[in-house]
């Protein structure tokens, strides 16, 4: 059976209630304001779409195709990025609340995670080089065996990254940020 297929649409809160989201292609689409919530998105696919305003914490992402989609004010707590489909799979994040969710391994290098609070993500084995960090809170992400070459940590903070078990060549840090690079040295840092 062939997948229902949707371009250049826009789905709201009112919208969905009246017809839920159907295990279907969305591209070009923009979703606003919608609860989606614990919502099963398995094997869904979504190319070229944006979220803004949505809340799609705890949702089912298995099999889910996610390519060049942007999610902006969004609420997207406890999601399993590394069940998504991972061919081309790539995303940005603006000013969105990621914690306790996971991209364990993947590949996933030039993404954005702008203005967002990442609490407890998990990035173990995740490449992320070129990723771009700004203005966003890492407060007790897992930073084990990622590749953050190139990244961008200038104005993130609460970041603790062991430079031993991660690449980090060329990436870039402020002043402010060296204890989340030395922390594992229980070195004393004054300004």
Do not use: W
């Not at 078990?165 to 840092?189: R, T």
């Amino acid at each position: 059976m062939e997948k229902e297929y949707f371009e250049d649409q826009t789905f709201d809160q009112t919208r969905i209630a009246k017809a839920p989201l159907t295990q279907a292609h969305y591209d070009y689409c923009q979703f606003k304001g919608c609860n989606l919530e614990q919502y099963d998105l398995s094997d869904y696919k979504f190319t070229e779409c944006t979220f803004i305003d949505c809340n799609l914490s705890l949702a089912n992402l298995t099999g889910c195709s996610i390519q060049d989609v942007k999610f902006q004010n969004c609420k997207l707590m406890g999601l399993h990025f590394e069940t998504c489909n991972p061919f081309n799979i790539s995303f940005t994040f603006k000013d969105s609340i990621l914690d306790r969710s996971s991209f364990y391994k993947l590949k996933i290098k030039k993404t954005s995670f702008q203005g967002s609070r990442l609490q407890e993500v998990d990035f173990e084995g995740t490449d992320l080089s070129l990723a771009d960090f700004s203005d966003t809170d890492l407060s007790m992400a897992n930073f084990t065996q990622t590749n953050l070459e190139k990244a961008n940590f200038l104005t993130a903070t609460n970041y603790s990254i062991d430079p031993d078990s991660n690449k980090i060549k060329g990436a870039k840090f402020s002043l402010h940020g060296l204890p989340g690079l030395l922390e594992k040295h229980q070195i004393k840092i004054q300004y």
